[in-house]
């Protein structure tokens, strides 16, 4: 425990001495004053060297580096040093600083009131660490981070910012310069299309006029499937560049890919312009025109092609095909020929030259090729078929079915094959044999319509109208306006004395367009049938405009007749006189209608010529004394009615009116 009761009081001296301890301090910041100032001195001498300054703006500076370094001041900030890509530059709180992705730069030295830089730190945002005094940097850093705001959508400045302790003193923009090869730097590092595309379109932006720059977005835009973005670019640039052989090249393959063949056509004539001797302009052009089914300037250029390049297989080939297409099988024959010494066995080339073999009739030829397909392929069904084909044309029928039989054991579910086995037995008139092949096609192909068709006239004709119905119905659902098929239906309706529905189905077949006459005839019948005279009645007369015959015109007479449209019934009977001149019951049917028109005179003249004709019809001399008697000639009457009884003694009417005109007569002599 501390005694503080005996401790001593200090003497007098001591308090001095202690004064003196305490008063120390003051005269070390005194010398530390004298050697700043002589630090002071010599760094405003240094200053006074750099900058050339007044001995007043010297002065000032000295002071403000006093105040920062002694008494912890912010200082002010003058510059920078920086050395860019081996050159010295200097910035200012006015200076803007440019950068580009090539530039590499080092910030050297920061011009302030601090002495030696303490406390001094240097940020180049964007680029380097916290702090980038005397650190290299590399302007690609900043490039980067910018082209990555643009991709954002994101606006950012970028500064120099210089720091003491944590005060900012000056702050200097950086003017960061995107150009074209940046983005073709980007495009190169990166894998991704889409990204590549998205860069080189904005280098184009930049540099509209760069060629290379479209060809490489029409190759991208192609790869990613945008064909129409590839066309547009591979356009731009023969609008820059019209003779440009590489665009001229891709873009006239896009425009065949795309069907455009005048297109095409036009960008492979350019092409020849720059390059005349380009055989393979000529071909693409050739190929263009086939597509047109323009055959003649397709041969013409494939001509073209092969004038230049003799040798050319494939143009040899689409050339014979270009022949054939054109209906010039023989000249494609050759053609077929020589690309079958350059490749021999091509099984497509043996097949493609026999065809045309079938196709000039030279059978024989034909045939020998095909088996020689066989020998290396003998399970080929189709080819089988094609001698089949080949052997009916020769007219070997027992070859022809046979090596359809073949085809069909190979391959027992194609309908062709099947269908033409068919036709072979229908020619041959085994109809069952073919309608069983006819109905394995229809099983196979339900809508097959041939087959459906054949079927249907099969049954027409083994008189199975139910089955053909069945068909004919299957065919309207393929073809609904066949006015054929209508028809046919309507005839099988008839057969089965369904005459309403044969009736419909004929209306259908003429208002199809069927320019069949007897179809009218049919039409009137089934109408007849149903009690539809009027419409019966039309449609013979449609059928008698264009084929009168007795029948017919006949049942148009006794319709007119019933319906007392006697100049109608009148003009069916001189028709019918006109067909048959020499037949005296026509001229008795005139004379009997001109008699109920209450024309006597021509009545008798027409019984008269019917008499003569046949002077035994005892109906003719009855009506010719009607005739007679109600013109009142008596006597004429008669005869006439003596005749009729002298034929037919049977006949009460004349055995009546005998008499009776001598009454008449008697009667008219006392009235004279």
């Excluded at 400045?157 to 950086?174: C, E, F, L, Q, W």
């Excluded at 089988?384 to 007219?395: E, F, H, Q, T, V």
Aim: hydrophobic fraction near 35%; aromatic fraction near 10%; proline fraction near 3%.
């Amino acid at each position: 425990m501390v005694d503080y009761y005996n401790r001593k009081r200090p003497r007098i001296q001591d308090v001095e001495n202690t004064k003196r301890r305490r008063t120390l301090p003051l005269w070390i910041i005194v010398v530390v004053i004298a050697l700043l100032s002589f630090v002071g001195g010599l760094v405003v001498n240094e200053y006074l060297k750099k900058e050339s300054d007044t001995i007043a703006t010297g002065a000032a500076r000295w002071k403000n580096t006093f105040l920062t370094t002694v008494l912890g001041r912010t200082p002010h900030f003058y510059y920078l040093d920086v050395e860019k890509n081996g050159e010295d530059e200097r910035l200012t709180l006015d200076s803007v600083f440019s950068l580009s992705y090539r530039d590499e730069f080092v910030i050297k030295n920061v011009s302030s009131d601090s002495l030696l830089e303490r406390k001094i730190s240097v940020d180049v945002e964007g680029a380097g660490d916290t702090n980038d005094l005397r650190s290299l940097l590399k302007g690609v850093e900043l490039v980067d981070r910018v082209i990555e705001n643009i991709q954002k959508q994101h606006t950012q400045n970028y500064n120099i910012t210089v720091r003491y302790k944590d005060a900012i003193i000056a702050s200097i923009p950086i003017d960061v310069a995107i150009q074209p090869q940046d983005w073709f730097r980007l495009a190169r590092k990166t894998g991704d299309t889409t990204s590549q595309i998205e860069y080189l379109e904005r280098a184009l932006d930049m540099k509209k006029d760069d060629i290379n720059t479209r060809k490489m977005l029409a190759k991208l835009y192609l790869s990613s499937g945008n064909v129409t973005k590839g066309i547009s670019a591979y356009e731009a640039v023969l609008r820059q560049s019209p003779n440009d052989l590489g665009a001229l090249s891709e873009l006239s393959t896009l425009y065949m890919k795309k069907g455009r063949y005048e297109r095409a056509i036009q960008l492979y004539r350019r092409i020849i312009r720059v390059d005349p001797k380009n055989d393979a302009a000529y071909a693409n052009i050739a190929y263009a025109y086939a597509h047109r089914k323009n055959y003649t300037r397709a041969i013409a250029n494939y001509e073209a092609s092969l004038k230049l390049n003799p040798d050319n297989t494939e143009v040899h080939y689409n050339l014979a095909d270009a022949y054939e297409q054109a209906g010039k099988t023989s000249a494609a024959i050759p053609h077929y020929e020589y690309v079958l010494k350059k490749m021999p066995g091509d099984k497509n080339v043996i097949g493609a030259l026999a065809d045309a073999y079938f196709k000039v009739k030279d059978y024989d030829e034909a045939i020998r090729l095909y088996r020689e397909i066989i020998k290396r392929d003998p399970k080929n069904a189709s080819v089988y078929a094609n001698i089949g084909l080949a052997a009916g044309a020769k007219g070997e029928w027992k070859r022809e079915i046979a090596n359809y039989k073949k085809a069909v054991s190979l391959d027992p579910k194609d309908p062709v094959i099947h269908f033409n086995l068919a036709v072979a037995y229908e020619k041959q008139k085994q109809y069952s044999e073919a309608a069983r092949e006819y109905e394995k096609v229809v099983s196979l192909k339900p809508d097959d319509a041939d087959a459906i068709a054949r079927l249907a006239d099969h049954y027409m004709r083994t008189k199975s109208y139910t089955k053909a119905i069945d068909f004919y119905k299957k065919t309207i659902k393929n073809d609904p306006k066949n006015a054929d098929v209508y028809a046919h239906l309507g005839f099988a309706y008839g057969k089965i004395k369904k005459y309403t529905k044969a009736a419909d189905n004929y209306e259908k077949a003429l208002k199809y367009g069927l320019k069949n006459n007897q179809v009218h005839y049919d039409l009137a019948y089934a109408y007849d049938k149903i009690g539809k005279d009027d419409r019966a009645v039309s449609e013979y007369e449609k059928y008698a405009a264009k084929n009168p015959t007795i029948e017919v015109l006949t049942i148009i007479a006794d319709y007119h007749t019933r319906k007392k449209n006697y100049n109608k019934a009148l003009a069916a009977y001189r028709r019918m006189i006109k067909l048959q001149p020499a037949q005296a019951e026509l001229y008795a049917s005139l004379a009997y209608t001109y008699a109920l028109q209450g024309n006597y005179d021509r009545a008798i003249a027409n019984y008269k010529k019917s008499l003569s004709l046949d002077s035994e019809d005892d109906t003719a001399y009855l009506n010719l004394a009607v005739a007679y008697e109600k013109k009142g000639m008596y006597k004429d009457a008669l005869r006439a009615y003596t005749n009729a009884y002298q034929l037919n003694p049977d006949s009460d009417m004349a055995a009546r009116k005998i008499p009776e005109m001598r009454i008449k007569m008697l009667r008219k002599k006392h009235n004279e």
